[in-house]
């Protein structure tokens, strides 16, 4: 089973908004040699949205090329277009991504059973491995519990990115699942200040936002709360939690992409209608990092 931390890495841009696969390279080295089990590519930290089919396409096969097997490569393949998102797993799988992160639906506000539907064609289509990816808030829909049970049936979909931030919604569905004898299926945090609390409750690994600046410290409470350390687990989460905040003072990736700029890992471009961070948001967010140990 897939544990850990999976980190959604961030898509280097120069400051004009072009690609920057050099700085790319870097990123997954460096997250690589800080000890987490996975990357994540264009995901939402990715900036999926300003991404076109082309450059989806280019980054996915970079960072297979790059990682080359020494990490899980988990590519984000959504769309709120059914065939679209066939396309773009179909071409992960070809290049040699190890599994796809499907997202919810956006914007068309489909049924329950219309994302049923959705998931299940995709994963009888493409033998690559699925985890499902629950974020209502910016999809306005909400994968149900009951239909992450159903879909946990369907061959090849292995898991679940949950970034509703519910614990108590989660904890029912922990226990849902093992009643169905699916003892197997990954459950991954994507809402970084429950994340503790979802590994120590029942989920297998998070996929962090925080990790995109803090992996080692990610990496080191995964790995204590997996232990048991409880103790441990929540003296490196205490450090973490004024970035879990500020890193969300605006929409993702904005000011992940500035603090890893401040600290010389990206240049820190994007592209619109994403603008830089505003400027009274800068020293909390430069506090924060201080804390966490990643800014001196």
Known sequence: MLTGCLVPIVTPMTPEGALDFAALRKLIDWYI????AGIGIVCTTGESPTIDFEEHHTLIKATVEHVAGRVHVMAGTGSNSTAEALELTTYAKKVGADSCLVVVPYYNK??????????????????????????????VADLANETVLRLAQVPGIFGLKDATGDIGRATELFKAMGEVGKKDFAFFS????????YLLLGGNGVMSVTSCVAPQQIVAMCRAAAGGDIAQARAVNNTLLPLHRKLFVEGNPVPVKWAMA??????GGLRLPLAPLSEPFHESLRQALRAAGCLA
């Open 190 to 197: 994507g809402d970084d200040i429950t994340s503790l609390a």
């Open 33 to 36: 040699a800080n000890g987490v």
């Open 262 to 267: 401040q600290m010389g890992l990206i240049s």
């Open 110 to 139: 489909p049924t329950q059973e219309g994302l049923y539907r959705h998931f299940r064609t995709i994963a009888e289509r493409v033998d690559l491995p699925m985890m499902l990816y629950n974020v209502p808030s910016r999809t």
